[in-house]
């Protein structure tokens, strides 16, 4: 399994993002997924997941500006984050069950 995170980057308060995952060694259509962050001196923490029927959960922090979803045919994952604080900075990851991708930075700037 290989997960390949993108889109990150620097964007101003109030702007938006769209996070990439790029699948590859998955064989289930639908698999249950999430997006997870780790901010410098914090300790990782899920921000959001999409199980096998396409259900979906949040974080409080992210709830209303977050979105999580998939495009099967491209076996990719995203995050569109709208809104965005300074507090979102972080490296988002995202994982398939213990597998994880490299990260992708993300830095707010108020």
């Known amino acids: 399994v290989q997960l390949q995170a993108s889109g990150g980057g620097l964007v101003q308060a109030g702007g938006s993002l769209n996070l990439s995952c790029a699948t590859s060694?998955?064989?289930?259509?639908?698999?249950?997924m999430a997006w997870h962050r780790q901010a410098p001196g914090k300790q990782r923490e899920l921000v959001a997941t999409?199980?096998?029927?396409?259900?979906?959960n949040y974080a409080d922090f992210v709830k209303g500006r977050f979105t999580i979803s998939r495009d099967t045919a491209k076996n990719t994952l995203y995050l569109q984050m709208n809104s965005l604080k300074p507090d979102d900075t972080a490296v988002y990851y995202c994982?398939?069950?213990?597998?994880w991708g490299h990260g992708t930075q993300v830095t707010v700037s108020s």
């Open positions: 060694g998955i064989f289930f259509d639908r698999p249950a």
């Open positions: 994982r398939y069950f213990r597998e």
């Open positions: 999409i199980a096998s029927d396409d259900r979906t």
